[in-house]
């Protein structure tokens, strides 16, 4: 309805610029079409097949200004289908929003860099552009890698930036670029696979029909009881699980206050420790003995010669100075 609306309130401006080249052109907005018709005045045949082009576009959502530039001779159109090449819807709306990119940013770097003017609607891609810079070319490249899963845009706007910077050098210009562009593996995730259940035996035979809840109380005689004896038997059954619980509850709290089993070990163990023992007094008083003989001959060691030749020597006695009288 709004695409009805705007075609209505744009047409004149896209009869005026068919007239200028003779072709008349109608609305139809019960049968929901859009006509172009060759006239006496028309001078240029190929211009009905521009013609033709603008309806593509107008119907594909192009605004009237932009989808008008379609009849001069320098500017073409390519439609790019999209439908058909992703069978899962989700995936196919997933990467459809990879060539818009966040804010449609990466839609109009292509844009910039091919020079084409690109609007991405429904199962179509409208490109406008000249086929002489092969910007169209590019474009249709671009989306058929992007909904294929065969290569990110943003690889494209890589490669399409170092093409423009080597473009700018002459000395380049007849060589091959291609030790200059990127090369990007591409890396396939492992998917989880699904998780399969075991296939029973076949049986011709039907799985054998669970008892339910009335057989169940016809067998136990519950069905024949009354409400007040079923109340009371529930009653009996819940007071009889609550004593069991608490019968495990106070076990468990006794279990912290029993006191650890006594080593009661037998002969044959206490002669073992004995002769334990008596190994390890052994062992004990052979090192105290080898430490003594240790501190004697350090003893030993550590007497100075010194004190032997002092004790020979005798000290000489000091003379006494004699006081002359005059």
Same mark, same amino acid.
């Given at each position: 309805?709004g695409?009805e609306?705007?075609?209505?309130? #744009?047409?004149?401006? @896209?009869k005026?610029?068919l007239?200028?080249?003779? /072709?008349?052109?109608?609305?139809?907005? @019960?049968?929901?079409? %859009?006509?172009v018709?060759?006239?006496?005045?028309?001078?240029?045949?190929?211009? /009905?097949?521009?013609?033709?082009?603008?309806?593509?576009?107008?119907?594909?959502?192009?605004?009237?200004?932009? !989808?008008?530039?379609?009849?001069?001779?320098?500017?073409?159109?390519?439609?790019?289908?999209?439908?058909?090449l992703?069978r899962n819807?989700?995936?196919?709306?997933?990467?459809?929003?990879?060539?818009?990119?966040?804010?449609?940013?990466t839609?109009?770097? /292509?844009?910039?860099?091919t020079?084409?003017y690109?609007?991405?609607?429904?199962?179509t @891609? !409208?490109a %406008?552009?000249s086929?002489?810079?092969?910007g169209?070319?590019?474009?249709?490249?671009?989306?058929?890698?992007? %909904?294929?899963?065969?290569?990110?845009?943003?690889?494209?706007?890589?490669?399409?930036? /170092?093409?423009?910077?080597?473009?700018k050098?002459?000395?380049?210009?007849?060589?091959?670029w291609d030790?200059?562009l990127?090369?990007?593996?591409?890396k396939?995730?492992?998917q989880?696979?699904?998780?399969? *259940?075991?296939?029973?035996?076949?049986?011709p035979?039907?799985?054998p029909?669970?008892?339910?809840?009335?057989?169940?109380?016809l067998?136990?005689?519950?069905y024949? %009881?009354?409400?007040?004896?079923?109340s009371?038997?529930?009653?009996?059954e819940?007071?009889?699980?609550?004593?069991g619980?608490?019968?495990?509850?106070?076990?468990?709290?006794?279990a912290?206050?029993?006191?650890?089993?006594?080593?009661? !070990?037998?002969?044959?163990?206490?002669? *073992?420790?004995?002769?334990?023992? #008596?190994e390890?007094?052994?062992?004990?008083?052979?090192?105290?003995?080898?430490?003594?003989?240790?501190?004697?001959?350090k003893?030993q060691?550590?007497?100075?010669?010194?004190s032997?030749?002092? #004790?020979?020597?005798?000290?000489c006695?000091?003379?006494?100075?004699?006081?002359? #009288?005059?």
């Amino acid at each position: 309805m709004g695409a009805e609306k705007y075609l209505q309130e #744009s047409w004149p401006i @896209v009869k005026g610029a068919l007239k200028e080249h003779g /072709i008349s052109c109608e609305l139809n907005l @019960v049968e929901g079409s %859009m006509t172009v018709s060759t006239t006496r005045k028309t001078r240029d045949p190929y211009i /009905i097949i521009k013609a033709r082009e603008l309806i593509k576009l107008l119907s594909r959502s192009v605004p009237a200004l932009q !989808a008008i530039k379609i009849l001069d001779d320098e500017m073409n159109c390519d439609i790019i289908k999209i439908g058909g090449l992703v069978r899962n819807k989700e995936r196919f709306v997933k990467r459809r929003e990879r060539l818009l990119g966040p804010n449609l940013s990466t839609l109009k770097a /292509i844009e910039i860099l091919t020079g084409c003017y690109i609007l991405v609607q429904g199962n179509t @891609v !409208a490109a %406008m552009g000249s086929y002489t810079g092969r910007g169209l070319k590019q474009v249709r490249r671009i989306v058929e890698d992007c %909904m294929k899963n065969l290569k990110h845009p943003v690889y494209h706007i890589k490669e399409l930036l /170092i093409k423009r910077e080597l473009a700018k050098n002459p000395a380049l210009a007849t060589e091959n670029w291609d030790r200059f562009l990127p090369k990007f593996k591409k890396k396939n995730v492992k998917q989880k696979k699904p998780q399969t *259940k075991e296939k029973k035996p076949y049986t011709p035979f039907p799985p054998p029909q669970q008892p339910s809840k009335i057989d169940a109380q016809l067998e136990t005689g519950e069905y024949f %009881m009354s409400e007040k004896k079923k109340s009371a038997k529930k009653w009996q059954e819940k007071l009889e699980k609550q004593s069991g619980k608490a019968e495990e509850n106070k076990r468990k709290r006794e279990a912290a206050f029993v006191p650890p089993k006594e080593n009661t !070990a037998g002969p044959s163990e206490s002669v *073992k420790t004995a002769n334990d023992n #008596s190994e390890i007094a052994d062992i004990a008083k052979s090192l105290k003995e080898k430490a003594k003989e240790f501190r004697k001959n350090k003893a030993q060691e550590n007497v100075r010669a010194e004190s032997y030749l002092a #004790s020979n020597e005798e000290p000489c006695p000091k003379k006494k100075k004699s006081t002359k #009288s005059k």
